[in-house]
C-alpha cells in the first residue's frame, strides 16, 4: 500500500498543471462551504450573547421581532414610543426587580445614540450574563456627557476628554445636528462583540435637552436653548422607545407579560429575548439553508470536474497503466491506484480551501469586526465544520471511484495495443 501511495503521488504529480486547477476548484469550493457555516455560526452567537439577563422586552404594540430588532441590535425604526408614565406604572409592578428604559433616534456619525439612565451600566448583561466594564473613565454624571462604545472609540479615535455633538436622526450624513449642545467624553466601554461597541450611550435627560428647541424633526426658526438655559427646564422624559426588565423571580414572566399586554392606557407588548430570537432564526432559516444549498452545489460541481479530469486523462494513460499491467500489478491495484490520487487530490484541495479561509479571516476579520461586530478570528474547526470536511473529502474518494473502476475494466491488451 505503501508504495501505490507513493506511486500515485507521482503520478499526480506528474499531471501538476491541470490538476492544480481542480485542486483549486475544490479548493475554493472548500473556502465557500467553511466560510458560510463560519459566518452562520458566528452570527448565530453574536445575537444570542448581544443581550442575557433581561426577562423582558417592553415597547409600543409590533411584532416582537421588530421589538428585539430596534431595541437590542438597533435595527429599524419603533413604530411607537410609551409615555413615561407607563414607563413607571410597569416598574411599579411588584415582580420587578429593576427597569432600564432606553431612547433612540438620534446618531453620530452614523452610530447610534442611546439615552438610558445610569442603571444601564449596572443591570444591562451580555454573553453568560457579563457586565458591561470600562476600559477608560467612568459613566455619565453629568448633562452634556456621553459614553461611546468601543468601536465607536476605536475607528473615530475618541478619548477621555473630547468633544462630540449628536445629530439628529439614524442616517450617517445628517444636516440636523445639534451643534450647539456639544457632549464631553466621560468613558469608554471595553468591547463585549455586541451592538453596545457601535452605540453612543447619553443620559434621558439629554436627549431631551438638545429636543427642546426642535419641533417636528427640526429646529424651531430663529429659538434656541443655550446649554446653560436648559438646566432650568424640566427635563424629565417625556416617551421612551423601549424598557428592559428584570424580575425578581423569572416563574413571573408570563404574568409580567400579560399584565403589559393588558395594560390600558396605551397599546403596548413584552417579549422574551430569547423567544424572540428563536422566531428570528425561524425567518432566517430559508436564507441560510439556501445558502447552505448554494456552497454545496459548488462542491459538487467541483467534484464533478475532477472526476472528467481524471477520466479524460485515462485514454493518455492507458499505456502507463498498461505497463504497470505487466509489471505485475493486478486490477486490484488499478483500482486503489486510482481512488489514491483522487484522495489525494481532494485532500489538497481541502487543505487549500482551509488555507485560503485562515486567509480570509485574517484579512478580513478586523474588517468584519469594525462593521459588524463579527469575530471571525481563526480557531479550531467546530464539530459542523469538522462534519463538512469528513463529507467533502468522503464524497471526493467515492467520485474517484468512478475514473478508477474505469480504469479497472481496461484490459491489459487495450493498453498496449491502443487503438488508432
Known amino acids: 500500500m505503501k508504495a501505490l501511495f507513493s506511486l500515485a503521488a507521482k503520478s499526480a504529480w506528474n499531471r501538476r498543471f491541470v ?48 421589538l428585539l430588532l430596534y431595541s437590542v441590535f438597533r435595527i429599524g425604526e419603533a413604530t411607537n414610543n410609551l409615555s413615561w408614565s407607563s414607563v ?36 444591562f448583561r451580555h454573553g453568560e450574563r457579563q457586565a458591561l466594564r470600562f476600559q477608560q473613565g467612568a459613566p455619565f454624571a453629568q448633562l452634556f456627557e456621553a459614553v461611546p462604545g468601543a468601536e465607536v472609540a476605536e475607528r473615530l ?5 473630547d468633544r462630540i455633538t449628536l445629530s439628529h436622526g439614524l442616517s450617517e450624513v445628517s444636516l440636523a ?54 438646566r432650568k427646564f424640566d427635563l424629565a422624559p417625556r416617551a421612551v422607545t423601549a424598557l428592559l426588565l428584570g424580575l425578581k423571580n423569572r416563574s413571573s414572566v408570563f404574568a409580567v407579560q400579560r399584565h403589559v399586554a393588558q395594560f390600558k392606557a396605551e397599546p403596548l407588548m413584552g417579549v422574551l ?55 505485475g500489478a493486478g486490477p486490484r491495484h488499478v483500482l ?42 481563526f480557531s479550531a474547526p467546530s464539530p459542523a465544520q469538522g462534519v463538512l470536511l469528513a463529507g467533502i473529502l468522503g464524497a471526493g474518494w467515492l467520485a474517484s471511484l468512478i475514473p478508477a473502476y474505469r480504469a479497472y475494466r481496461l484490459s491489459l491488451i487495450d493498453g498496449l495495443t491502443p487503438k488508432v
Open 157 to 161: 479615535g475618541y478619548r477621555v476628554g
Open 336 to 377: 486503489i491506484l486510482l481512488a489514491l490520487e483522487g484522495g489525494l487530490i481532494t485532500l489538497a484541495g481541502v487543505v487549500a480551501g482551509i488555507v485560503l479561509l485562515v486567509a480570509g479571516m485574517a484579512g478580513a476579520g478586523p474588517i468584519v469586526q469594525a462593521r459588524l461586530g463579527l469575530d471571525l478570528a
Open 88 to 123: 413607571q406604572a410597569i416598574t411599579g409592578h411588584p415582580a420587578v426587580a429593576w427597569a432600564v428604559p432606553i431612547s433612540l433616534g438620534d446618531s453620530h456619525r452614523g452610530f447610534p445614540v442611546l439615552g438610558t439612565t445610569r442603571d444601564y451600566f449596572e443591570h
Open 177 to 230: 445636528e445639534h451643534a450647539d449642545k456639544p457632549f464631553v467624553v466621560t468613558g469608554i466601554l471595553a468591547r463585549t462583540g455586541t451592538p453596545v461597541d457601535r452605540t453612543v450611550h447619553v443620559s434621558l435627560e439629554a436627549i431631551e435637552a438638545i429636543h427642546l428647541d426642535w419641533q417636528g424633526g427640526a429646529p424651531i426658526p430663529g429659538f434656541t436653548i443655550s446649554p446653560e438655559q436648559v
Open 19 to 66: 490538476l492544480a486547477l481542480t485542486v483549486l476548484s475544490i479548493g475554493l469550493s472548500t473556502f465557500l462551504l467553511l466560510g458560510i457555516e463560519r459566518i452562520r455560526t458566528e452570527v448565530r452567537e453574536s445575537f444570542s450573547q448581544s443581550v442575557s439577563g433581561t426577562d423582558l422586552i417592553v415597547g409600543a404594540r409590533t411584532s416582537p421581532i421588530q
Open 273 to 327: 429575548p430569547g423567544v424572540a430570537l428563536d422566531q428570528l432564526w425561524e425567518v432566517l432559516g430559508t436564507g441560510e439553508r439556501a445558502l447552505f444549498a448554494i456552497s454545496a452545489l459548488v462542491s459538487a460541481v467541483s467534484l464533478a470536474g475532477l472526476v472528467a479530469v481524471v477520466l479524460a486523462g485515462l485514454n493518455e494513460r492507458r499505456r502507463e497503466l498498461a505497463i504497470l499491467r505487466a509489471l
